[in-house]
């Protein structure tokens, strides 16, 4: 789309006449007449439009999150439920990658927010709870679907709110028990069984599966407060202590994987009670 601009042009004889001419030494009438006008067509920049691709990196490994809670499932349909509890360790190692990827890279787009939401749902939410029910939950007959579905909406519900609050919630904590770190609750219980070759049929077994899956489902939903460890900066020195601490951290998973794992999990589960109860308790807040 172009416009129009009209440019004064001076008549450079009728100048010259009128500076020497005695009778017209102001500048009067003649040199206003002495002006005509040109039309200069001016070309306006359009906008250019936003490129409509997304950024590669950060959503190929979403796309591998993805994968590795969908290969769980089908581990878990085919009674390979050591597998399936690795692939779920596998999304979460997976899931947080992408998202320091995208932030570190500054490749961070909507898209890639919706897209990683689907892939938790997907590798947190419906995973773990049909491997859990594939595994055991099904010898309860109904109660085991329920917990199975409490656990899924349970991380349905705890997605739809962390997108809805990404601009209010304090970046520090999260709103409820994160979907990945509940998925990684309810592996860890089942590849613990599963490595120590505790028989599911075992009546115990089928209901601390029911337990864990309506705490963590419950949990996901609640407004407990567990840290997310995004104000952990990595560019930035820490005390030596800490090293020895990742050391020994290595070293314990390294050892007995499914134990520590589960272990850790367990911890983390809880913690937000605990802070939770320390608040009510000292009548400060935790940060």
């Not at 509890?85 to 979460?92: D, N, P």
């Not at 997907?122 to 010898?139: C, I, N, Q, T």
């Not at 329920?146 to 991380?155: P, R, S």
Request: aromatic share 14%; with cysteine.
């Amino acid at each position: 789309m172009s416009s129009f601009r009209r440019r004064g042009r001076i008549d450079r004889s009728r100048l010259s006449r009128t500076r020497t001419d005695p009778a017209h030494d102001e500048w009067g009438e003649d040199l206003v007449d002495g002006v005509d006008f040109e039309v200069d067509e001016l070309h306006v920049q359009k906008p250019r439009l936003r490129s409509k691709g997304i950024y590669l990196l950060p959503n190929a490994f979403t796309t591998a999150a993805l994968f590795s809670g969908f290969f769980a499932i089908v581990n878990a349909m085919n009674h390979q439920f050591d597998v399936a509890a690795i692939a779920i360790f596998a999304s979460l190692v997976l899931d947080g990658m992408d998202g320091r990827i995208a932030r570190m890279t500054n490749t961070q787009s909507a898209f890639g927010e919706q897209y990683d939401s689907l892939a938790d749902m997907v590798s947190f939410g419906v995973a773990p709870a049909l491997v859990a029910y594939e595994w055991a939950l099904k010898d309860l007959g109904k109660w085991g679907w329920l917990a199975a579905f409490t656990y899924c909406a349970g991380a349905a519900l705890r997605l739809a709110r962390f997108n809805v609050n990404t601009t209010v919630v304090d970046k520090k904590f999260f709103q409820g028990l994160p979907s990945p770190a509940a998925g990684s609750l309810m592996a860890g219980f089942i590849w613990l069984a599963v490595d120590n070759k505790i028989p599911v049929r075992d009546t115990t077994i089928p209901w601390i599966a029911f337990f864990i899956a309506v705490y963590a489902g419950l949990t996901m939903v609640s407004n407990a407060r567990f840290y997310s460890g995004k104000a952990l900066d990595v560019r930035y020195r820490v005390p030596f202590g800490v090293m020895i601490l990742m050391i020994l951290t290595f070293v314990l998973i390294s050892s007995n994987p499914p134990f520590a794992l589960f272990g850790l999990f367990v911890i983390y589960s809880i913690s937000g009670y605990v802070i939770w109860a320390w608040e009510r308790l000292s009548g400060r807040s935790f940060s």
